[in-house]
């Protein structure tokens, strides 16, 4: 039946020499759920909905004062942003044969590998809503529309001078440590890596103080702590474009839980399992994340050589 854990799959590893080490699995570093960039959210009891307020800065005043008369009135506006929580899970059916038969423990093992499936999840969700958001930039500055960029058009030192300034005028405020991330795929940091000419790059094992460095941190360079996500995103067009996010100090989007991610174990038996033969490992969480404000963060659209 298909999603059985069953006795069969061990044919492939059941020998004489069968070694009781699970081999370990190669694995993203999560990067998009990162609490240190996104605003923490808390539902009510009772309610599905979390909302964010936000009351816009005033204008200056350029106008002078006639004397004896004050200055008319304004109002304060509040805008907000709303997320919805959505129920994600998963599952795995663990015969009581395959159970029997296996040399290693399967019902440890399924809830590692579904806590991993659950933070998966998690991070891309977090990557598939803030990739559609942010204030568009092209790493070639002449590009207007995605089938502008061209296969030359790569992320360098000078393109993320450019891009530091354009966050500066956009009064993003830098991280306490004074610089901005940039979330990049593996391609776009060896685009990065590979612009020698201005000898900009920082290498991560070069910094003076190495307790500091966040997961995934590679290297600094123009203003930017470079941070490597394999999960990166990438879209079709004339060329594949990679999504590079570069944000400040304000989380540009929020996250929130109104069901906390749980994990549960049935064990066998039931009247849908009279002869106790299954048990099952899942877990179970109602999440979702909103982009709070585009103006925060920004999304560079760039080429990338292919590794």
Do not use: C
């Not at 350029?62 to 599952?91: C, I, R």
């Not at 038969?101 to 933070?119: G, M, W, Y």
Request: negative net charge.
């Amino acid at each position: 039946m298909a999603g059985e854990t069953t006795s069969a799959i061990l044919s492939e590893v059941m020998t004489f020499t069968l070694q009781r080490k699970v081999l370990e699995n190669l694995r993203s570093a999560y990067t998009y759920a990162n609490r240190a960039w996104t605003e923490p959210g808390q539902f009510v009891p009772g309610a599905d909905i979390i909302k964010w307020a936000s009351v816009p800065d005033l204008t200056a005043d350029t106008t002078p004062l006639a004397e004896g008369t004050p200055p008319t009135a304004v109002a304060l506006s509040v805008d907000s942003v709303s997320l919805d929580a959505a129920q994600y899970g998963g599952l795995v059916k663990i015969t009581d044969l395959a159970k029997l038969k296996s040399p290693f423990d399967l019902v440890n093992i399924a809830a590692e590998r579904l806590s991993d499936k659950a933070q998966k999840t998690i991070d891309q969700l977090v990557r598939d809503e803030v990739a559609a958001g942010g204030t568009r930039v092209f790493s070639a500055a002449a590009d207007t529309v995605r089938t502008d960029v061209g296969s030359g058009d790569l992320v360098t030192a000078a393109v993320l001078r450019r891009l530091n300034g354009k966050m500066k005028k956009a009064n993003i405020e830098p991280f306490a440590d004074r610089y901005f991330r940039l979330i990049v795929s593996p391609e776009v940091e060896f685009d990065i890596r590979n612009d020698t000419a201005t000898g900009g790059f920082i290498d991560v094992n070069k910094y003076t103080q190495p307790d500091t460095i966040i997961r995934g941190e590679v290297g600094r360079m123009e203003g930017f702590r470079i941070i490597v996500a394999d999960t990166a995103p990438t879209v079709a067009s004339s060329v594949t474009i990679h999504l590079s996010l570069a944000l400040g100090k304000l989380p540009g989007w929020g996250m929130g839980d109104l069901q906390t991610l749980r994990t549960y174990h049935t064990a066998p038996g039931g009247q849908s399992d009279p002869l106790h033969q299954n048990e099952f490992v899942g877990y179970k969480m109602d999440f979702g994340t909103a982009i709070l404000d585009n103006a925060r963060y920004m999304r560079l659209e760039s080429a990338a050589t292919a590794l």
